[in-house]
């Protein structure tokens, strides 16, 4: 008899193990369900960079692999062949998380619902070009799309700007697209900062991962700031400060600064073409820390509007430390400056502030 009863309570708890098991695959089933798609612009995707974003875009690399995306592709009229082909080849690599890819030369139908905007596309200075011609035909740019993003995309958008001038193309987009909050538009600086992880690691022979809080201050330009005085790097004995390892301040104070600063002009005379890959893969990583958060302890460089932080003119947008989560950046505050990075900082904000005059006049 007792044999039997034993035996019922076994079967009963067995049942009820297999009951909650399939209860529980069922509800994790139910509330794991595929998340609604995220409109993501690239302005200027039949280019270098925007051939290189898309797919890293479509494969998760900028908001994660469980993210489906929809593309929204823009370029000029004369590049509407090309553009059609990174569309056929973006259908033909089969991306799980690619949702849909619209390819069009109109601002306003690539401007419709988009979540997140990528500017990649403006126009670059050419040979025997002044300085104001160039900013003359960026302003036309960005004012024609930020009326575009203005009328069209979602009210939550994030905007990167990555064509040069990026920090005064983004201020005047800001102009130009006054319904999007002041803190949604920002330009890459990521790439500097990337580039400085890079030269640090290659110095002391360590991991890049293991290098963190670089900073870029000020204009993305050769008057960008790269400042180690808050970097460390992770080692098996704990934390050590950048300065300390490298053990060379003539170095960080003179040929590191100048390496960062004119990075993209060495590896265009290595390439005969401008980077585009590094460019690409920094937009994604802006992208990404900024919708998905920022590691604990971890700052990153972004071109953020000013509001006055470590003495810099507010209205500007200038390359700050910052922090990130829940889709919103912060600059990281009360770190010292020195009086050798004073300097510094005050004359990339005078290029600003002289370029914002700039664009201005030509509005006018």
């Known amino acids: 008899m007792d044999y039997i009863m034993l035996l019922q309570k076994i079967l009963v708890v067995s049942f009820t193990v297999v009951f909650f098991w399939k209860l529980i695959k069922y509800m994790w089933g139910f509330l794991n369900i595929e998340k609604e798609p995220v409109t993501v612009l690239v302005t200027g995707a039949a280019g270098q960079i925007g051939y290189a974003i898309v797919p890293m875009i479509a494969r998760g690399a900028m908001l994660g692999p469980d993210q489906p995306v929809i593309l929204h592709m823009l370029d000029i009229e004369p590049a509407a062949e ?19 890819v619209v390819a069009t030369t109109n601002a306003e139908e690539a401007c419709k619902g988009v979540n997140i905007a990528v500017m990649v596309g403006g126009f670059p200075r050419k040979e025997g070009m002044e300085r104001k011609d160039v900013m003359s035909k ?19 958008c994030k905007v990167l700007v990555v064509a040069n001038p990026a920090n005064t193309n983004a201020l005047i987009l800001k102009k130009f697209a006054p319904s999007i909050p002041e803190k949604n538009i920002t330009c890459l600086t990521r790439l500097d900062h990337n580039r400085a992880l890079g030269q640090i690691s290659e110095r002391i022979n360590v991991h890049v991962g293991d290098v963190k809080n670089v900073i870029i201050w000020g204009n993305h330009s050769s008057t960008q700031y790269p400042d180690v005085n808050h970097a460390t790097v992770a080692t098996s004995s704990g934390e050590k400060n950048v300065r300390e390892l490298v053990a060379d301040d003539n170095w960080l104070n ?5 390496m960062v600063q004119q990075r993209g002009a060495a590896i265009i005379k290595a390439r005969k073409l401008s980077s585009a890959l590094s460019a690409a893969s920094s937009a994604c990583d802006h992208i990404r820390d ?13 071109g953020v509007y000013s509001d006055g932080s470590y003495g810099i003119q507010p209205g500007l947008i200038y390359s700050f430390p910052v922090t990130c989560e829940k889709g919103e950046w912060s600059i ?7 009086e050798f990075s004073r300097a510094k900082l005050d004359a990339t904000e005078q290029e600003l502030i002289e370029e914002k005059a700039l664009a201005y006049s030509c509005l006018n």
């Not at 003179?254 to 100048?258: A, C, D, L, R, Y």
């Not at 919708?291 to 460089?301: D, E, H, I, R, Y």
């Open 254 to 258: 003179s040929e590191f600064i100048t």
């Open 82 to 100: 090309a553009l059609n082909g990174v569309r056929m080849e973006l259908i033909d690599a089969a991306f799980p998380l690619l949702k849909g």
């Open 138 to 156: 960026n302003v036309s740019i960005y004012k024609a799309q930020a009326s575009a993003l203005e009328k069209h995309a979602a009210e939550d």
């Open 332 to 338: 990281v505050q009360g770190l010292k400056i020195d």
């Open 290 to 302: 900024w919708v998905l958060g920022t590691p604990k302890g971890k700052w990153v460089s972004m």
